[in-house]
């Protein structure tokens, strides 16, 4: 419990730091990379105070908890960069989340799992790997439509911003309607309690939370603030900051948490955490701050350039096939990590 308080005093010590360079009209390289690693934090003390809180209503609740809390950065990010008309960032960080998990965390994760498992393999049940597969082509299914539409110029083009409501409505009932049965169902996030190792009470858990969600909406602000004017100055492109600096900081309770239960041979545990952060990404964070957007002067849809849209369409289509069976080998998750590399490369030249 020592080292919580040490990490929460340490995540305080840097909201407090990105929040004096930030009114201090420090450099913007400096309050970005400050903000970035601060972001990193406040996901770590969510994660935490989650695990505590949730660990009181049992397992299923607490892995459905983990993955909706722990996306609260990305949450955040997206309001701001909405609100600052930075729509670009908004889609690219809701982009890179998925892309980060479903393929880098993920993959990170069966890659370390399956080096201290029995024959090499990491084995997992096949229920959520599968169900996530579904609502992610859903997604990319409305995706794939509303571009191909955008492509061509079409009549349905002109009305992209009520298409992507209807949607996200869709999603939205889907998502329920599943979340509904995968907590009845004995599989669901089987022992994640367990990992709740270094868990708070019930009480100090609850103002770690309640602090890290006022912090995570301070620094996801800041962090906003700096990114047209940092980028610049370091010559990356938005594309790339939202989808991979942004996608790996804003995820770093899914990208800890993940690995080490795989190496710790917990391959369902695991999974879970993972799994469910893409299915909630897809399926229910997604099509929330699409309806959100309805009230700022920016509107995010689900319209994505083709490139991207097919990277998505792969992405399902590569975790059915390694995840689906219900085993994975260490190389399978190397090559899902490798997806994620060759897909950060092509959007640094963007």
Not at 111 to 138: C, I
Not at 159 to 176: N, P
């Amino acid at each position: 419990m020592t080292r919580v308080w040490l990490g929460a005093g340490g995540v305080l010590l840097l909201t407090v730091v990105a929040g004096v360079l930030h009114y201090t009209d420090a450099t913007p390289v400096l309050v970005f990379v400050v903000s970035g690693v601060a972001l990193g934090g406040v996901a770590w003390a969510i994660g935490i105070g989650t695990e505590s809180v949730g660990a009181r209503f049992g397992p299923a609740v607490t892995g459905a908890l983990q993955s909706t809390l722990g996306n609260l950065p990305e949450l955040f990010i997206v309001v701001f960069a909405l609100r600052a008309g930075q729509t670009v960032v908004a889609q690219f960080s809701i982009l890179g989340s998925l892309f980060a998990n479903a393929l880098l965390v993920l993959g990170l994760a069966i890659a370390a799992g399956a080096v201290t498992a029995k024959g090499s393999a990491m084995r997992f049940a096949s229920r959520l790997p599968n169900d996530t597969a579904t609502l992610l082509l859903l997604a990319v299914f409305l995706i794939a439509l509303l571009g191909l539409s955008d492509q061509l110029g079409d009549k349905a083009s002109a009305h992209q911003v009520e298409i992507s409501a209807v949607g996200a409505v869709c999603l939205l009932v889907v998502y329920g309607a599943w979340l509904i049965g995968y907590l009845r169902s004995d599989e669901a996030t089987a022992d994640a309690g367990e990992h709740a190792h270094d868990a708070l009470p019930f009480e100090p858990a609850l103002v770690l939370l309640a602090s890290a969600g006022v912090a995570a909406a301070l620094v996801s602000e800041w962090f906003v603030d700096a990114i047209d004017p940092a980028v610049k100055s370091l010559g990356i492109s938005k594309a790339f900051t939202g989808l991979v600096i942004v996608g790996i900081a804003g995820n770093a309770v899914e990208n800890v948490v993940g690995i080490t239960l795989a190496a710790k041979g917990k391959s369902d545990l695991a999974l879970s955490v993972v799994k469910n952060s893409v299915s909630q990404i897809a399926a229910l964070l997604y099509p929330v701050l699409v309806l959100a957007s309805l009230f700022f002067a920016h509107r995010l849809t689900f319209v994505a350039n083709p490139v991207l849209t097919a990277a998505l369409a792969l992405t399902a289509i590569a975790m059915w096939a390694i995840t689906g069976d219900g085993k994975a080998a260490a190389f399978e998750g190397c090559a899902l990590a490798g997806f994620y590399v060759i897909l950060a490369a092509l959007v640094w030249y963007e």
